[in-house]
C-alpha cells in the first residue's frame, strides 16, 4: 500500500513525517475522505470542493494545484490496485520550528480498501448521544478528540456510535450526518454541524409522500420519530435502531432503505459519467 | 538537538512517526511542557503528574514507567546540552490501522532554548478577547485549532495573544492563564480552564495587602481592573497592557511584578532542592 506525501509515493513503512508537524505539535489540520468504486472516485468535485474550502477556513495554502492533487489521488488509485477504497486526504499545519506558527502545509494522501458494512446497512445500527457541540463545526478538521476519547463510553453502552446534541439540540455523529422520519418529513439538523457530501446528496432525493427538510430538533423528536438513520460516505444511509437504548419506530426502516437505494442509484449515475482510471 | 521518540534517541531529521498515528489522523494527544534553569527542570514532579492525569482522562496508557520518563528527560538534557530550555512530552494515540480506533501510544519528548522574553517581562503584553470554550478544558489535550487559526487575527489587532471568554466569562490564553488584580485581590477564573502549574504556585503566594482568589469573573471586569497579568511556565508572570485595545490599569504593573519576582524566589527555592543532571 502506497502513501502519498506532497505528491511523492511512499510504501506505507517510510509514510513518515516529522514530529515537528503542527498535526502532532497541535493537532492542527483538515482533511476529507471520498470512496472509489471500481476504482473510480465517487464525487470527486464534490470533495474536493469541501477540501479547498477546509484548507481556506483554517488559512493552510494547499501546497499544490487541484490538477495536482487529482493526478496525484489517480497515481495512488493506480499503483495501490484496489478497486473499492476510501481515500483520505490529509493537510496539516506544516513543520513549525517553534511548534506553535504555522508553516508550509503537508499534503498526505492514504488509501486503503473499503467495503459497505452490509450487517449496519441492513440491520441498522444503535446510538448514544453525548451533549458536545464541535469547535469549527462547518470545517472538516482533524479534530476527533471527544469522539475517541468516548469510544470505550460508546462500547460500554453496548452502542456503535455517538450522537452528539447541545444541550438537547440534536447535531451530528462524529462522522455522520443524521435524519429522523416523521409522518410526513424527512428531517436533518441545520446549525451548527459539518454538513456531508452524502447528507446534501440526499436532500436532493424526491421520497414519495415525505418532503425532505434541513431543520433543527431535539433529542424527544429522535426517540417518538418514525424512522432514523446517519449517512455518510462509507455508509450511504445506515438505519438506526436505537438510541440512548430506546427503540426508533418499528424496526422496518422502509425510508431509510429507499433513500439507501436512491443513494446507490446517483453514485451509479455518476459513475457513469467519470472516466475509467484504471483500465 | 536530539528527539527522544519512544525513549530512543533521534536526529533532528530523524525524528518522524507514521502518517497513521492518530495524532496526524484525528488531532488525538495530550502533551506536558515544563522547562529547564541550567540543565535542571523546574517543578518537575508537578508537570509529571499532570502528564499522567491528561494521559489517564485520554484513556492513553503511558507506554513507559515514570522513573523511564525521567530518565528519558534527562537523557535528553544530557545529551543535548542545553541549559535554560523548554521540554515537550507529547503522548499521541498511536498508529492506528483503520486511524480511528486507539493503539498503543507513541511518546515524543523534544527540547528547545528557552529564555523568558523579557521584553514582555517588563512592557506586557497586549491580548484580544474571543468567544470560545476550550473542549475538554482540565486536559492538556494537543486541541490548538481555534488558537492557530486565529494567528491571524491576533496579529492583525496588534496584540500578542488571545484571551477566551464564554459568553462574556473569562476563561484563559491559549498557553496561559490569567489574572485580575482588583482593590484587595487578586483573582484568577475557576471554571472550564487548564489550571496551570504556574498559577497554582501564585495561588500559594503572600502578597501583601491582597487575598489571591480563584472566581469566575466578566469581560467587562478586566477593562476595569487595577492590572492584569497572565501566567505560564515560559511567561512566569507577564503584565497585560491592554485588553482589547483597551489599557488596563496606570500602566505601572507593580502587583504583576511583584508575583514575577516572587516567582522567581520560588522557582530558586525549588532549584536548589533538585540534583544535577548535567555537572
Redesign the interface.
Known amino acids: 500500500m502506497y502513501?502519498s506525501?506532497n505528491n511523492q509515493l511512499f510504501s506505507?513503512e517510510e509514510?513518515?513525517?516529522?514530529?515537528?508537524?503542527?498535526?502532532?505539535?497541535?493537532?492542527?489540520?483538515i482533511f476529507d475522505f471520498l470512496k472509489t468504486i471500481n476504482y473510480k472516485p465517487v464525487f470527486l468535485e464534490d470533495y474536493l470542493n469541501r477540501f479547498y474550502h477546509s484548507a481556506k477556513?483554517?488559512?493552510l495554502p494547499v501546497p499544490f494545484s487541484r490538477t495536482e492533487l487529482q493526478e496525484a489521488i489517480e497515481g495512488l488509485i493506480d499503483k495501490n490496485n484496489i478497486p473499492n477504497s476510501g481515500i483520505?486526504i490529509?493537510l496539516?499545519?506544516g513543520y513549525s520550528e517553534?511548534?506553535?506558527?504555522?508553516s508550509k502545509p503537508n499534503l498526505?494522501i492514504?488509501q486503503?480498501p473499503l467495503e459497505i458494512n452490509e450487517h449496519y446497512a441492513g440491520n441498522g445500527v444503535s446510538l448514544v448521544t453525548y451533549n458536545?457541540q464541535r469547535?469549527?463545526p462547518h470545517v472538516k478538521?482533524?479534530?476527533?478528540?471527544?469522539?475517541?476519547?468516548l469510544?470505550?463510553f460508546v462500547k460500554e453502552r453496548g452502542a456503535e456510535d455517538l450522537l452528539y446534541h447541545q444541550n438537547g439540540f440534536i447535531r451530528e455523529c462524529p462522522r455522520a450526518n443524521f435524519f429522523i422520519v416523521t409522518e410526513k418529513e424527512i428531517v436533518t439538523p441545520n446549525s451548527e454541524i459539518l454538513k456531508g457530501i452524502t447528507r446534501s446528496k440526499i436532500l436532493s432525493l424526491k421520497i414519495d409522500g415525505y418532503t425532505i427538510v434541513e431543520r433543527d430538533f431535539k433529542l424527544e423528536d429522535v426517540y417518538k420519530a418514525k424512522e432514523a438513520f446517519i449517512s455518510s460516505s462509507t455508509k450511504n444511509a445506515f438505519p438506526v435502531y436505537q438510541v440512548d437504548g430506546k427503540q426508533i419506530g418499528d424496526g422496518q426502516n422502509k425510508i431509510a432503505k429507499l433513500v439507501n437505494g436512491q443513494l446507490l442509484e446517483l453514485i451509479k449515475l455518476n459513475q457513469e459519467q467519470v472516466a475509467d482510471i484504471k483500465v
Do not use: C, P
Open positions: 502513501v506525501i506505507q509514510a513518515n513525517i516529522s514530529v515537528s508537524d503542527l498535526s502532532v505539535q497541535r493537532g492542527y489540520g477556513e483554517m488559512h483520505k490529509i496539516t499545519g517553534d511548534g506553535y506558527t504555522m498526505v492514504v486503503s458536545h469547535q469549527i478538521t482533524i479534530d476527533y478528540l471527544q469522539a475517541i476519547r469510544q470505550l
